[in-house]
Protein backbone atom coordinates (compact mmCIF):
# COMPACT_ATOMS: atom_id res chain seq x y z
CA UNK A 1 0.00 0.00 0.00
CA UNK A 2 1.33 3.36 -0.86
CA UNK A 3 1.49 5.76 2.26
CA UNK A 4 2.90 8.54 3.87
CA UNK A 5 2.71 8.35 7.77
CA UNK A 6 3.00 11.10 9.83
CA UNK A 7 3.99 10.66 13.56
CA UNK A 8 5.42 12.81 16.47
CA UNK A 9 2.64 14.97 17.22
CA UNK A 10 1.39 15.37 21.09
CA UNK A 11 0.92 17.68 23.59
CA UNK A 12 3.74 20.12 24.36
CA UNK A 13 3.70 23.36 26.54
CA UNK A 14 4.60 26.98 24.72
CA UNK A 15 8.20 27.02 24.31
CA UNK A 16 8.36 23.64 23.88
CA UNK A 17 9.92 21.50 20.70
CA UNK A 18 8.42 18.38 18.69
CA UNK A 19 9.99 16.89 15.69
CA UNK A 20 7.38 15.74 13.67
CA UNK A 21 8.37 12.42 11.01
CA UNK A 22 6.63 11.72 7.85
CA UNK A 23 7.84 8.09 6.44
CA UNK A 24 7.05 6.79 3.01
CA UNK A 25 5.53 3.22 2.81
CA UNK A 26 5.27 1.41 -0.57
CA UNK A 27 7.24 4.01 -2.46
CA UNK A 28 10.15 5.81 -2.29
CA UNK A 29 10.72 9.50 -1.47
CA UNK A 30 14.01 10.05 -3.40
CA UNK A 31 11.37 11.19 -6.94
CA UNK A 32 9.46 13.25 -4.55
CA UNK A 33 9.76 16.66 -3.01
CA UNK A 34 7.53 16.86 0.85
CA UNK A 35 5.75 19.65 1.71
CA UNK A 36 4.03 20.29 5.16
CA UNK A 37 0.63 21.68 5.74
CA UNK A 38 -1.39 22.32 8.67
CA UNK A 39 -5.01 22.49 9.93
CA UNK A 40 -6.13 24.58 12.80
CA UNK A 41 -9.39 23.96 13.89
CA UNK A 42 -12.51 26.42 11.98
CA UNK A 43 -9.64 27.31 9.21
CA UNK A 44 -8.34 26.62 5.81
CA UNK A 45 -5.16 24.60 5.63
CA UNK A 46 -1.88 26.57 5.12
CA UNK A 47 1.57 25.32 3.82
CA UNK A 48 4.25 25.23 6.54
CA UNK A 49 7.30 24.20 5.09
CA UNK A 50 8.81 22.20 1.79
CA UNK A 51 11.26 20.72 1.03
CA UNK A 52 12.72 19.63 -2.70
CA UNK A 53 13.52 16.30 -3.64
CA UNK A 54 17.43 16.58 -2.93
CA UNK A 55 17.04 18.43 -0.34
CA UNK A 56 19.37 21.27 -1.41
CA UNK A 57 15.99 23.64 -1.60
CA UNK A 58 13.27 24.54 1.18
CA UNK A 59 10.84 27.00 2.40
CA UNK A 60 8.51 28.22 5.16
CA UNK A 61 5.61 30.07 5.96
CA UNK A 62 6.65 33.70 7.47
CA UNK A 63 5.04 32.66 10.70
CA UNK A 64 7.46 29.74 11.40
CA UNK A 65 10.40 30.89 9.66
CA UNK A 66 13.34 30.66 12.14
CA UNK A 67 11.69 28.53 14.42
CA UNK A 68 11.27 25.25 11.71
CA UNK A 69 13.21 23.19 9.97
CA UNK A 70 12.56 20.49 7.23
CA UNK A 71 15.14 18.51 6.78
CA UNK A 72 14.86 14.61 4.90
CA UNK A 73 16.93 11.44 4.78
CA UNK A 74 16.11 9.69 1.48
CA UNK A 75 18.01 6.52 3.09
CA UNK A 76 15.26 6.56 5.40
CA UNK A 77 12.76 7.05 3.64
CA UNK A 78 12.01 10.01 5.87
CA UNK A 79 11.17 13.89 6.10
CA UNK A 80 10.97 15.49 9.24
CA UNK A 81 9.89 18.98 10.62
CA UNK A 82 11.83 20.25 13.51
CA UNK A 83 9.74 22.65 15.50
CA UNK A 84 10.91 24.87 18.10
CA UNK A 85 9.93 27.66 20.26
CA UNK A 86 6.15 26.34 19.74
CA UNK A 87 3.21 28.54 19.85
CA UNK A 88 -0.41 28.03 21.03
CA UNK A 89 -0.92 29.26 17.28
CA UNK A 90 0.77 26.38 15.85
CA UNK A 91 -1.80 24.18 17.14
CA UNK A 92 -3.62 22.01 14.68
CA UNK A 93 -3.30 18.59 12.66
CA UNK A 94 -0.17 18.73 10.61
CA UNK A 95 -0.32 16.98 7.22
CA UNK A 96 2.62 15.83 5.01
CA UNK A 97 2.39 15.33 0.91
CA UNK A 98 4.45 14.26 -1.43
CA UNK A 99 4.67 16.25 -4.97
CA UNK A 100 7.04 16.44 -8.28
CA UNK A 101 7.28 19.97 -6.83
CA UNK A 102 8.02 21.66 -3.57
CA UNK A 103 5.53 23.60 -2.69
CA UNK A 104 3.19 25.96 0.33
CA UNK A 105 0.33 25.64 -1.66
CA UNK A 106 -1.98 23.15 0.01
CA UNK A 107 -4.13 23.00 -3.52
CA UNK A 108 -1.39 22.32 -5.77
CA UNK A 109 -3.09 19.72 -8.28
CA UNK A 110 0.10 17.79 -8.76
CA UNK A 111 -0.17 16.53 -5.34
CA UNK A 112 0.14 12.56 -5.42
CA UNK A 113 0.39 11.67 -1.99
CA UNK A 114 -1.20 12.53 1.37
CA UNK A 115 -1.04 11.64 4.89
CA UNK A 116 -3.43 11.16 7.69
CA UNK A 117 -1.85 13.88 10.04
CA UNK A 118 -0.61 14.18 13.23
CA UNK A 119 -2.21 16.69 15.91
CA UNK A 120 0.22 18.91 17.60
CA UNK A 121 -1.41 20.87 20.69
CA UNK A 122 0.48 23.89 21.81
CA UNK A 123 -0.70 24.49 25.19
CA UNK A 124 -0.24 25.55 28.74
Known amino acids: QLQLVESGGGLVQPGGSLRLSCAASGFTLDYYAINWFRQAPGKEREGVSCISKSGGTTDYADSVKGRFTISRDNAKNTVYLQMNSLKPEDTAVYYC?????????????????WGTGTLVTVSS
Open 97 to 113: AASRAATLDPYYYGMEY
